[in-house]
């Protein structure tokens, strides 16, 4: 991958390696998405640069203005997956109107990918908040997350 963590990021992974998959509680970072092992996360990556420089066509042009206008680029950082082609990455190379370490969820059957938050920690604040509300959309789903791969799209907060 060659590219440093964002600080917060290589936090997190100084202190844990991402999901143990025989573990009772995986560590879930939103619904339907389990953190990547440290070798999954360059398995991850590797496959998709190597779509990438098979010339695979990444264009998004539809992203939020802080995103830049491809649905995966070698700057990306994927640290969770849902097993079923979506990923949560960090963005370590957005657009000029982005910040560096932005939280993303792709999905290479989408046009679009979601900004879901300036940060790691924007991002699972924003999941704790909706958790907590009432009306929040994620309450529903909750109950059934593990292993469930429908709706998920429609249970993650998006910034833009």
């Known amino acids: 991958m060659r590219q440093p963590f964002p600080e917060q990021i ?11 998959p025989s573990s009772e509680a995986p560590a ?25 420089l098979a010339g695979e066509d990444f264009a998004a042009p539809d992203n939020p ?8 680029h070698s700057r990306m950082i ?6 079923g082609g979506a990923s949560v990455v960090v963005d370590c190379s957005p657009s000029h ?4 370490g932005q939280i993303l969820i792709v999905d290479f059957e989408s046009p679009v990918v979601d900004l879901v938050g300036d940060s790691l920690s924007d991002y699972v604040t924003a999941l704790l908040r909706d958790l907590r509300s009432p009306g929040g959309i994620c309450v529903s789903r909750m109950a059934g997350i593990v292993g469930s791969s429908d709706g998920w799209p429609d249970c993650v907060p998006t910034l833009g």
Do not use: K
Not at 32 to 50: A, I, K, P, Q, Y
């Open 97 to 100: 109107l982005g910040t560096m």
């Open 28 to 52: 879930i970072l939103g619904p339907g998405f389990c953190f990547h092992r440290l070798e999954e996360m360059v398995g991850d990556w590797s496959t998709n640069e190597s779509l990438r």
């Open 10 to 20: 290589r936090e997190i992974y100084l202190q844990h390696n991402g999901h143990v």
């Open 65 to 72: 203005p802080q995103v830049r206008p491809l649905i995966w």
């Open 78 to 83: 994927p640290i969770a997956s849902d097993g």
